[in-house]
Structures are given as structure tokens and as C-alpha cells.
């Protein structure tokens, strides 16, 4: 299993992947689930991925060699010559449909899995950052401002966190601690998911440095947070008021 | 959907359990999933249940009418006569599994879940408070200090919550308040499950009132506690140390 986040507030836009890859219980490795497409002055284009691990790569070295032309007059078609975030999604989603669909039908009988989603983010140009949701038949979601994040993988335990404490205004570094913290809640509760984490952050104020880090076991910060948000918790249960209906006059 | 939980601290049992029922999005009723299966002087048997209704309907109606004796010199078997809790959950699963395998014969090659699982708490004679979950299949597992809770339905976004607040040392009320902040996270997330909310709270100390109570909509406590939660969760995060890694020196 896996879990990633992707968060678009105002400020920018985070993303955070974990790296546990696992066929059973005891084959679990390390891997890479966020992948850059693109990342030069004109762009900066990040995916991360959750699900079947064959689809994901097929998916990958498609888009590194370039899909086919739509026509006799025109070039393979890369991240790197679409015009905009849409046009990347759609090629994105496209490479996706074909790399699942190839695999599928290999795979048909046998009970294995070839659906992966996706988050992609990033931009193009001029253009603003921008977070898609792409799903295994390459069609897509757009996140928007009333509910600014998309998760992959699994989703549930981290879910309420993010409802509860990322905003549109939420800051980059309430973010990236809310973010934190919904790995914190998911990886108590799912082994399959754990650390490292890979985390980019990109400022939509363009003057701002891009931020990306390895979070590592045993990081001094991360084991910090999950202390502190552990009795932070139990000192905001205290305030609750305790139910009227408990006491008997 | 459903969602239940169980919590076993020293200082007693607390069940909630939510009454929405469905057989599609527009197919949506009420109805009570806490069934109390003795309650006099000598014992208190509550079940909850999750999962296919007509299941759970077969084997309550099993269990009131009594199953089959276990040799021809005794009489037919129901909660009533057992004599520890431990009896209890064998005859509850016994009746679970004979239910779910009338049931599951007929709905062969439909597609139709008949799996349901159970919270089983309460107490017989002088022993103490039990809880225990049983599976569809019968079998059950207890509850223990370690972790002093069980959950069954949509389970996920619940888990976080109880797994960092509810202790064993917890008290009544602090247990009653964290299971409702767990029920608070799960209806944001999943449309499945809403209020009203059953609740029955058993204190280990016999000389104190049992208390049951439907938490109705609109519900002027549930209400304050969920928005004073997430006042209390927003706080908490201003109180987080900020990532050291979000500033380049």
C-alpha cells in the first residue's frame, strides 16, 4: 500500500509520498513514489503514485519516450511540449489508460491488481500551480480551493486531520505539519505505510525557494511532532466540556 | 454502512453505535443496531452489529427463540442460562455462524454480502465487565488493557483518535467524549454513517448508574463538541514547532 498527499493552498502546493512498496507482508521494500517530469525554467512538473507498481513504471517510461504523434505533421508528444498543466494531465492520463490497459489484459484471471492513481502537480509557464487527481482510466480531478487537497493510496486514517485543519489560507508550513501529521495518523494504523517520506514544496510566490527533503526514520522533527500532537491531543480532550448527560441530579 | 465502537477502560464499558442503515445512497432508514439481549438483576448482554441486516435479524431471532440443546438431557440454550460471558459469546457466535450460513446458501452468485460483525459487552453474576468482537464466522477475540477498544463497519477514520486518547486509566466521561469525537470524524468522511447515535455507558462500579441515551440531531452537546474540537485541533497546531527544513538559512 501507499499513501501520498497532495495539498494546494494559496501559498502553494505541497506533496508528500511515502517509500514502503510491499508484495506481502514480508517482501516490502524502499521506492521512490515521487517522480519529477519536468523541471527546468519553463517547469516544474511532479507525480506521485499509488498501486501496482508495473503500471506505474510502464506509465513512467512511456512518457519518457514520448506518446505518438496525432497526426502525420506533428512530434512525439512529452511533458516537456505541452503547452499547459491541462495538456500535461491529458498526456499523463493518456500514458496511464494505455500502460494499465497493456498490463491488464496480461494480467486478467489472475486477480492482480493494475489500477494506480496519480497526483500531479506542478506548472508550466506563466501558468498557475496547479494539483490533478488522475485516475486508472486516465481521466482526472482538479483540486480546488473548498476542500485544497487530493490523497492516493491509503486514504481513511489521515483523512480527518486534513478536513479538519488545511485551509485555502492554511500557510506552507501549516501544511506541511498537517500533511505530517496525517502520515502520523496513517502509519499508526497501517503497517504498510512508513517511512521515509519524500516531501517537495513549491511557493506560489515564484521568488521563493522550492523546498525537497527525505524524511528519514528516526527524523529528529517527525518524531518530535508525533510527541507533541500526542499530548496536545489529550490536553485539548480535557477542555472538551464532559457530556451533561453523565451525571444523573 | 455502520460504525460502532466499544471501549473496555478500567472504569467500565461504553458502546455507541450509529442507526443509519442503507441499501443504496436512496435507499436510507434508521434503525437500532444496539440490542440489548438481557437485562435483570443477574446479567446485562449488549450487542451491536455491522453488516448484512437480514443476518443480523436471523440470529437475534435464534437467540430469543433459543438453539438446539447440546444433548438430550438439557434444555434448548439462550442467553439467559449461560453462566459466564465467555458462554455468552460462544453461544452469540455460534448463532452468528448458523445464521450467516442459511443466508450466504441463498445468496450464492448474487454478489450479496452476508458478513456481520459484532460488539459484544456485558456481564453475568459477579464477573467482571467483558467486551468482545466476533466475526462472521463466529469466533471472537476479547478486548484487553493493551488496547481498550474494538470497532466495527467503517472503522478508518475513527481508529486515529481512539489510538491516541483512550487509555486504559481513561475515565467514563473522558471515554464518552473521545468515542463521539471519533463518530464526529467518521460522519465528515462517509456520508453512510450519521445520527442519531445510541449509547450506553456501564460503569465497572456497580453502586453507579447504567446510562442510555439516542444522541438525537441537532444535539446541543454533540454539536459544542464538534465545533470546539476543531477550534481545539486548529490551536493545537499553532503550538507545533514549525518545520526546521522550511527555512534555507
Not at 486516465?138 to 481513511?156: M, T
Not at 499508526?188 to 517537495?200: A, E, K, Y
Not at 510527541?227 to 444523573?248: K, V
Request: a negative charge; hydrophobic letters at 40%; aromatic letters at 6%.
Amino acid at each position: 500500500m501507499t499513501y501520498c498527499i497532495g495539498m494546494r493552498p494559496k501559498a502553494g502546493l505541497v506533496i508528500i509520498s511515502d517509500t514502503r512498496t510491499n508484495a506481502g507482508i514480508d517482501n516490502i521494500s524502499t521506492y521512490n513514489k515521487l517522480h519529477i517530469l519536468a523541471d527546468d525554467a519553463d517547469r516544474l512538473i511532479i507525480c506521485a503514485s499509488a498501486g501496482s507498481l508495473s503500471v506505474t513504471q510502464a506509465m513512467l517510461s512511456m512518457l519518457a519516450e514520448g506518446l505518438d504523434p496525432q497526426s502525420e505533421d506533428t512530434s512525439i508528444r512529452t511533458v516537456a511540449t505541452m503547452p499547459t498543466m491541462f495538456r500535461v494531465a491529458q498526456l499523463v492520463g493518456e500514458a496511464l489508460a494505455n500502460a494499465r490497459r497493456d498490463i491488464a489484459r496480461t494480467l486478467h484471471g489472475t486477480g492482480i491488481n493494475a489500477e494506480v492513481s496519480l497526483l500531479l502537480g506542478g506548472r508550466v509557464g506563466e501558468g498557475p500551480l496547479m494539483l490533478y487527481l488522475v485516475y486508472s482510466e486516465g481521466n482526472f480531478i482538479e483540486c480546488q480551493p473548498d476542500s485544497p487537497f487530493a490523497q492516493i493510496g491509503e486514504l481513511k486514517y489521515g483523512k480527518p486531520i486534513l478536513d479538519r485543519a488545511l485551509q485555502w489560507d492554511s500557510t506552507l508550513n501549516e501544511a506541511v505539519k498537517v500533511g505530517l501529521l496525517s502520515f502520523d495518523s496513517t502509519m499508526r494504523s497501517n503497517l504498510s505505510v512508513g517511512l521515509p517520506f519524500d516531501l517537495i514544496v513549491v511557493p506560489a510566490d515564484r521568488s521563493e525557494p522550492i523546498i525537497r527533503r527525505r524524511i528519514m526514520e528516526n527524523d529528529a522533527y517527525f518524531t518530535q511532532l508525533s510527541a507533541d500532537w500526542g499530548r496536545l491531543i489529550n490536553e485539548s480532550l480535557q477542555q472538551i466540556t464532559d457530556p451533561p448527560f453523565m451525571t444523573l441530579d
